[in-house]
C-alpha cells in the first residue's frame, strides 16, 4: 500500500475522531455560548498564529483582500451559529445537518464560480435534504426549531467560506482563521462575560480549545493533502457518526427516532456519492 495514502487517511481520520469531542465538550461547559465562544476565538487565533508561524517563519499574517475578508467573516458566522446550535437542540440534529455542508459547497460553487456538477451530486443534494428535512420534523413546533435553523446556517456559511476558498486554491487560506478568531472573540466580549466560567469549566474550556481543536484541525489539514477529495468527505462522517453517540455515552442525550433515520439517509447518501465520486477519479 502507498505508504503517503495511509498516512494521509490515519492522520485525517484520527483528526476527525478528535474533533468528534467538540460537541460533548460544548455540552460539558455550562455556561453561555458567547463565554465559551470568547476563549475559543482567542484561543484559536493563538495557536493557528503559532502553526502559521511554525510552517512559514517570513509569511505575514494578515491580508486586506476580499477573499482573505470573506474567509474570516464566513468562518467566524459558522463557528458562533455551531456553539449557539449546539445549546438549543440535540448534538444529533446539529452534526446530521453539518454533515450535507459539501453538498451545500458543490451547490453554492456551482452558481458563483461555475463549478459544474454530475447527475449524481444533484441527486445526492436532493436525497440529503430531504434527510434533513426529516431529522428537523420535531422541531418545527419546538424551542429545539431555533437551534436547527442555527445549524442549518452554519452548514450554509462554511460552505460558502470553502467556495470562497477554492476561488483562490492557489493561496494558503490558513490565516484568515486568526482574523475569524479574533472577531468570535470581540463579538462575544459584546454579548457576555468571558470570565463567568468556573470551576471545572475551565478545565474543560482548555482542553477543547488549546487541545482538541488545534490538533484536529493540524491533523485534517495535514492528511487531506495525500487522499482524494472524496475520501476526505467520506472520512468527515466518522464526526456526525461518533459525535452523537460519545453525547450519548458521557451525558445521555439519546438522539430521536428521527435523528436517526434522516441522520441514516444523509450518512448513506453522502458516503454513497464519496465512493462514486471516488471511484470515478480512479477510473480516470
Given at each position: 500500500?502507498?505508504?503517503?495514502?495511509l498516512?494521509?487517511?490515519?492522520?485525517?481520520?484520527?483528526?476527525?475522531?478528535?474533533?468528534?469531542?467538540?460537541?460533548?465538550?460544548?455540552?460539558?461547559?455550562?455556561?453561555?455560548?458567547?463565554?465559551?465562544?470568547?476563549?475559543?476565538?482567542?484561543?484559536?487565533?493563538?495557536?493557528?498564529?503559532?502553526?502559521?508561524?511554525y510552517?512559514?517563519?517570513?509569511?505575514?499574517?494578515?491580508?486586506?483582500?476580499?477573499?482573505?475578508?470573506?474567509?474570516?467573516?464566513l468562518?467566524?458566522i459558522?463557528?458562533?451559529?455551531?456553539?449557539?446550535?449546539?445549546?438549543?437542540?440535540?448534538?444529533?440534529?446539529?452534526?446530521?445537518?453539518?454533515?450535507?455542508?459539501?453538498?451545500?459547497?458543490?451547490?453554492?460553487?456551482?452558481?458563483?464560480?461555475?463549478?459544474r456538477?454530475?447527475?449524481?451530486?444533484w441527486?445526492?443534494?436532493?436525497i440529503?435534504?430531504?434527510?434533513?428535512?426529516?431529522v428537523?420534523?420535531?422541531?418545527?413546533?419546538?424551542?429545539?426549531?431555533?437551534?436547527?435553523?442555527?445549524?442549518?446556517t452554519?452548514?450554509?456559511?462554511?460552505?460558502?467560506?470553502?467556495?470562497?476558498?477554492?476561488?483562490?486554491?492557489?493561496?494558503d487560506?490558513?490565516?484568515?482563521?486568526?482574523?475569524?478568531?479574533?472577531?468570535i472573540?470581540?463579538?462575544?466580549?459584546?454579548?457576555?462575560?468571558?470570565?463567568?466560567?468556573?470551576?471545572?469549566?475551565?478545565?474543560?474550556?482548555?482542553?477543547?480549545?488549546v487541545?482538541?481543536?488545534?490538533?484536529?484541525?493540524?491533523?485534517?489539514?495535514?492528511?487531506p493533502?495525500?487522499?482524494?477529495?472524496?475520501?476526505?468527505?467520506?472520512?468527515?462522517?466518522?464526526?456526525?457518526?461518533?459525535?452523537?453517540?460519545?453525547?450519548?455515552?458521557?451525558?445521555?442525550?439519546?438522539?430521536?427516532?428521527?435523528?436517526?433515520?434522516?441522520?441514516?439517509?444523509?450518512?448513506?447518501?453522502?458516503?454513497?456519492?464519496?465512493?462514486?465520486?471516488?471511484?470515478?477519479?480512479?477510473?480516470?
Amino acid at each position: 500500500m502507498n505508504t503517503e495514502y495511509l498516512k494521509g487517511f490515519l492522520l485525517t481520520a484520527l483528526g476527525v475522531l478528535i474533533l468528534s469531542f467538540d460537541a460533548l465538550l460544548i455540552r460539558l461547559i455550562e455556561v453561555h455560548s458567547f463565554s465559551l465562544l470568547f476563549w475559543r476565538g482567542v484561543l484559536l487565533a493563538l495557536m493557528v498564529a503559532l502553526w502559521c508561524r511554525y510552517r512559514n517563519p517570513d509569511k505575514k499574517l494578515f491580508s486586506l483582500d476580499g477573499a482573505f475578508i470573506r474567509s474570516a467573516i464566513l468562518f467566524a458566522i459558522s463557528s458562533i451559529c455551531f456553539v449557539n446550535a449546539i445549546n438549543h437542540t440535540s448534538v444529533a440534529n446539529v452534526l446530521v445537518i453539518i454533515s450535507a455542508q459539501p453538498l451545500f459547497a458543490a451547490l453554492i460553487g456551482r452558481f458563483t464560480i461555475g463549478e459544474r456538477l454530475p447527475a449524481i451530486t444533484w441527486i445526492a443534494i436532493l436525497i440529503s435534504m430531504a434527510g434533513i428535512g426529516w431529522v428537523m420534523k420535531d422541531s418545527w413546533s419546538s424551542p429545539n426549531l431555533t437551534g436547527d435553523l442555527l445549524a442549518l446556517t452554519a452548514a450554509l456559511v462554511l460552505s460558502g467560506k470553502f467556495v470562497n476558498d477554492r476561488a483562490v486554491k492557489h493561496r494558503d487560506m490558513t490565516p484568515a482563521l486568526i482574523a475569524a478568531g479574533i472577531m468570535i472573540a470581540v463579538v462575544s466580549l459584546f454579548n457576555d462575560n468571558p470570565l463567568a466560567l468556573n470551576g471545572s469549566d475551565w478545565g474543560w474550556m482548555l482542553l477543547l480549545c488549546v487541545g482538541v481543536i488545534p490538533i484536529a484541525f493540524v491533523l485534517i489539514t495535514l492528511g487531506p493533502t495525500r487522499i482524494p477529495a472524496a475520501e476526505v468527505g467520506m472520512l468527515m462522517l466518522l464526526e456526525t457518526a461518533c459525535g452523537p453517540l460519545l453525547v450519548w455515552l458521557f451525558i445521555n442525550e439519546a438522539p430521536s427516532v428521527a435523528a436517526l433515520q434522516g441522520g441514516a439517509v444523509v450518512i448513506i447518501t453522502l458516503f454513497l456519492h464519496g465512493w462514486i465520486q471516488w471511484r470515478r477519479t480512479t477510473r480516470r
